[in-house]
């Protein structure tokens, strides 16, 4: 099994910036692509982005797009999340997930991935 740890959450003012990180346990994944989903309170768990085994590809969802870039050491086992000119909007907890080998649907899709980190708290203040 993997198990996947998020770290570097916090609070941060209007403007500033985070770098979330993502730390598989005990194996690699390499050959997996991993994704970032966030839920904020009383909204439903949201897609932010993912990136291919290889680090070919990315995909973002819109709100985040030329401020976020996800990225990944394979060889550290790790996936990053670098969150620049945050806003209030992107308050929420923050969620690592690795997709299932194999699985066929749309990769924004939650039902798509197979382990989950326990989240790390993003705080943005205005």
């Known amino acids: 099994q993997v198990q996947l740890v998020e770290s570097g959450g ?26 970032w989903f966030r839920q904020a309170p009383g909204k439903e768990r949201e ?9 070919g590809s990315t995909y973002y969802t819109d709100s985040v797009k030329g401020r976020f870039t996800i990225s ?9 999340l670098q969150m620049n000119s945050l806003k209030p909007e992107d308050t929420a907890v923050y969620y690592c997930a690795r997709r299932a ?22 705080t943005v203040s205005s």
């Not at 897609?47 to 680090?55: D, K, Q, R, Y």
């Open 72 to 80: 990944r050491d394979n060889a550290k086992n790790t996936v990053y």
């Open 47 to 55: 897609f932010v982005a993912c990136i291919t085994w290889n680090g």
């Open 101 to 122: 080998f194999g699985s066929s649907g749309p990769y924004y899709l939650h039902q798509m991935y197979d382990y989950w980190g326990q989240g790390t708290q993003v």
């Open 10 to 35: 916090g609070l941060v003012q209007a403007g500033g910036s985070l770098r979330l990180s993502c730390a598989a346990s005990g194996r690699t994944i390499s050959s997996n692509t991993m994704g």
